[in-house]
């Protein structure tokens, strides 16, 4: 199978090499440019040799199969959703699009024929009719009949949404149209008229049917209908009446798609009827005898439309994938129409003659490129005589020790008969059913190879080995040791993983038992075998500290794949398989004594090393040759054929249980692993995090940016506004300057005016102030003068009557001297209290002095307050003068 990458051109060849006769997949066709495009639709022309592909960027392909040559013929810049070839212009083909159009296109022109419109919805079938004059398009609710020489709509079948249309399509041979839909009922319409003829019962027995899929023989006489259920209805249509239902395998829930197969020579009655069900797999049935002839699809890459050539000869399937493999109905049907085994034999080679052959050497014979080229065409003969019956292994390794390898067209078939492959589909695809295991998710970082193909094979393997083991899983060096069988079998994976387990479970026996240490027992047996066959190489290892796990363990663990070239590995596996499973130690012993002469040079570990890890000038047969020797003369106790078992092939069913090896360590291995992987997720979950948080930190820095260009964008003109505004100010300002002059001067006038007028005041105010204290000094003095006035004549009153009280009291006293001369002393009291009244007059009158001095100096202190009060008011007036004679003034 060879596969195309069609998106890299517009046109070249399908496939670079044909593929063999008996293979089923003839052509595998990829996608387009891009990973992401996917194949749509596919239509075949009315020969079948060549056919149409839409993808979803609305690329058109046309595939020619005989030529073997593809051409991108159109570029609707939409995703069709049906095409149609078959019309009266053979170049000419159909397209319906995603927006609800149907175009017409000339294939070798390239140019846009017609535009039809008038659909409502994605038209989902186009059905041209035998003489390419009509065509039907059919969308959910609606159908219509066009006709191709004027592209002009003549019919137009509408129904309610609730019903809605399955199909409508024209029946071969024949005027007649059948309409299907969503209820299950089928009616037939004559073409011309558009009368209705026939309507087909609907299946009272069982469950509703629910048709979705339709199919009609060639020869028209024969309706195939199935839907949501696992029954196939067939209709005969010359009595419009049911002919018998299928009952599919349990598997089949749904049928999805139904196709015939026609051949050339059954006239158009169809046989063979292909059904696509819901998993993806096209299972093809005998209507007449109801068995199962073949599938074609798998599980991991379902089909999800198919389509067959009017021929018979090809099965086109469009894959989930998106891509588009190509079937061979000669090859699919191989088996079926096997022929009988022919009455001739081949006359077998003599005894003598084997004798003579084994004696012409035990092992590879060089002889010259005409005899080998004569030996290898009689091996081929030979295979070729015995592949239909069972190969015998004793006459393979004679064959194989005659001519030194297998012949490289039959060699994986002679590996799958030495190895006894078992070839469970079932046990592997539980297997597979798994997924990818955990070990092996990066297995892409440790092991990079170019190819995804071969990338995605080699993980799919790993998985299925870890998930039938768990010391799967945990062996690094798994990989190497698969990677080769994984590039031979990339195109069965089930095979590839048979080999690999065949492999390690009888020439990697004891493996395991050290794990995850090399095995030393192994290891130590193939020393031992060094030791016997050559001493003085050993010898020299030891002396060079190399044990055996520098020179052997390599080659083991990737079993030569670093060593030897892929014609020369072939070559030794060609022997491996052929042989006892101690073989390949032995082979690994053999390449350590064919390489004395360079080893015995090597002095420095790292040399050893680099020598046993990269490829080295080596004669493959030579080594061969030697390994065989010493196969035959190892002794018993030394030879590994004591130590390992003899060969033990794959159960059939199910595979056998693999548990040799320390389940401890491995247990304890596989936990460490998931407690790694699950630190591993969680710090892939936090770096995530940091990521997006470091995403959505660069997005604000963004924002931020942007923002702050806005806002210097918003600066300059807030700027340039601002030198405006200043400008303006400065213009504003100069009036303002000369506003304020004129101001200054009638303010200086109405300062002079208001200073003369508070002068004016002040003066006013001074003698207003000076009158008052001249008054305020008058009404004291007066107020002084009076009061001493009043108190002098109080005074001179009382003086007055206390000299006449005096008096009267010396008239009295003269009066009573006369009478009394014992008064005296009375009288000396009298004047001494005459005196001191006088005195305390004296003192009153002192006081009353000093009052008025007090009265005196308390006015002088309330006039000066009174001054001060004044002068404050007055100040205080001429400093609001000013303000008001302004505001006056303006």
């Not at 390239?110 to 003489?131: C, E, P, T, Y």
């Not at 200054?744 to 000076?770: G, I, N, P």
């Not at 009174?866 to 004679?885: D, F, I, N, S």
């Amino acid at each position: 199978m060879q596969t195309t990458d069609i998106g890299a051109k517009e046109e070249g060849k399908i496939w670079q090499r044909k593929p063999a006769p008996s293979s089923v997949v003839i052509r595998s066709l990829a996608g387009h440019r891009s990973k992401t495009a996917r194949f749509l639709h596919v239509a075949f022309d009315v020969t079948g040799e060549s056919f149409l592909a839409g993808d979803h960027h609305g690329n058109i392909y046309v595939f020619d199969l005989s030529r073997n040559r593809f051409k991108l013929v159109q570029k609707t810049g939409q995703a069709c959703t049906a095409l149609a070839f078959g019309l009266r212009r053979t170049t000419e083909y159909l397209v319906a699009l995603a927006d609800y159009s149907i175009k017409c296109f000339d294939k070798d022109t390239k140019q846009l024929v017609s535009w039809m419109r008038g659909h409502d919805g994605a038209v989902s079938s186009i059905s041209v009719h035998g003489s390419g004059r009509y065509a039907i398009t059919t969308s959910a609710d609606t159908a219509q009949l066009w006709d191709l020489e004027t592209f002009q709509r003549k019919r137009k079948l509408s129904v309610q949404r609730a019903v809605g249309i399955q199909k409508v399509f024209f029946l071969p041979l024949s005027n007649t149209i059948l309409s299907c839909f969503s209820d299950d009922s089928i009616f037939a319409w004559d073409s011309d008229t558009l009368q209705c003829k026939h309507q087909l019962p609907v299946p009272e027995e069982g469950s509703r049917p629910r048709y979705r899929a339709f199919a009609v023989s060639r020869d028209g006489r024969l309706l195939a209908a199935g839907g949501r259920s696992s029954v196939v209805h067939l209709w005969c249509l010359d009595n419009w009446q049911l002919l018998k239902a299928v009952q599919m395998p349990p598997k089949v829930r749904t049928v999805r798609q139904l196709e015939f197969v026609s051949d050339s020579f059954d006239r158009g009655s169809s046989q063979i009827l292909g059904v696509l069900s819901q998993d993806g797999i096209v299972q093809f049935i005998n209507i007449q005898t109801l068995k199962l002839l073949f599938e074609v699809g798998s599980p991991h890459n379902g089909i999800t439309s198919v389509a067959i050539g009017p021929n018979g000869r090809h099965v086109v399937g469009v894959m989930e994938s998106g891509g588009l493999n190509v079937y061979s109905v000669q090859a699919l049907t191989q088996h079926v129409n096997k022929p009988p085994a022919p009455l001739v034999k081949v006359v077998t080679e003599s005894d003598r003659t084997a004798k003579v052959r084994s004696a012409a050497g035990r092992g590879p014979v060089r002889t010259s490129s005409h005899t080998q080229m004569i030996k290898h065409h009689s091996l081929t003969c030979m295979l070729q005589n015995e592949l239909p019956d069972e190969l015998n292994k004793k006459r393979l390794q004679k064959l194989l020790k005659t001519f030194g390898e297998y012949p490289a067209k039959y060699r994986m078939f002679i590996w799958r008969s030495l190895l006894q492959l078992p070839e469970n589909f079932s046990a592997f695809s539980s297997l597979t059913d798994k997924g990818r295991h955990a070990a092996f998710v990066t297995l892409h970082q440790r092991y990079p190879i170019k190819s995804q193909r071969l990338q995605r094979g080699l993980q799919r393997v790993l998985s299925a080995l870890a998930h039938w083991s768990a010391i799967f899983g945990e062996t690094d060096y798994l990989p190497l040791l698969a990677f080769p069988f994984v590039k031979l079998f990339h195109n069965n994976p089930l095979i590839c993983f048979e080999v690999v387990a065949t492999v390690i479970v009888n020439w990697c026996q004891h493996w395991f038992e050290y794990f995850p240490n090399p095995p030393l027992n192994v290891l130590s047996v193939a020393e031992n075998v060094l030791a016997h066959h050559d001493k003085e190489l050993l010898q020299h290892l030891v002396n060079c500290g190399v044990t055996s796990q520098v020179y052997a363990w390599p080659l083991l663990e990737t079993l030569f794949s670093e060593a030897l070239t892929r014609d020369e590995w072939l070559k030794l596996f060609d022997n491996v398989f052929s042989n006892h499973p101690s073989f390949l130690l032995m082979a690994v012993v053999a390449y350590v004594t064919c390489s004395r002469a360079p080893l015995l040079l090597c002095t420095q570990r790292e040399d050893f090393e680099y020598f046993f890890h990269h490829r080295n000038n080596l004669d493959i047969d030579a080594l061969i040759k030697e390994t065989y020797r010493f196969m035959e003369s190892t002794p018993a106790e030394l030879h590994p054929r004591s130590t390992l078992d003899d060969f033990e092939p794959l159960t059939k069913g199910l595979y056998p249980v693999f548990n040799k090896y320390p389940t401890f360590i491995v247990e304890y291995y596989s936990q460490e692993r998931d407690r790694i992987r699950r630190e591993e997720a969680e710090y892939l979950r936090e770096r995530q995090q940091v990521q997006e948080l470091q995403a959505e930190a660069v997005r604000r820095q963004a924002e931020d940016e942007a923002w702050h260009v806005q806002q210097e964008l918003l600066r300059e003109a807030e700027e340039q506004r601002r030198r405006t505004l200043q400008e303006e100010e400065a213009r504003l300002t100069q009036q303002r300057v000369r506003l304020t002059a004129m101001k200054r001067e009638l303010k200086a006038k109405e300062l002079q005016l208001m200073d003369a007028t508070r002068r004016r005041f002040l003066q006013h105010q001074q003698e207003q102030k000076r009158a008052e204290l001249r008054r305020l000094d008058d009404e004291i003095r007066r107020k002084v003068r009076a009061e001493e006035t009043a108190a002098a004549v109080q005074e001179l009153e009382v003086r007055q009557m206390e000299l006449e009280a005096q008096r009267r009291l010396f008239e009295q006293g003269l009066q009573e001297s006369l009478a009394k001369a014992g008064l005296q002393s009375q009288g000396a009291e009298w004047r001494a209290a005459a005196l001191e009244r006088m005195n305390r007059a004296e003192q009153e009158q002192e006081e009353h002095q000093q009052r008025l001095a007090a009265l005196s100096r308390e006015a002088c202190s309330s006039e000066h307050r009174l001054t001060c009060t004044m002068q404050q008011v007055e100040g205080m007036k001429v400093r609001a003068l000013p303000a008001g004679g302004a505001n006056g003034y303006v």
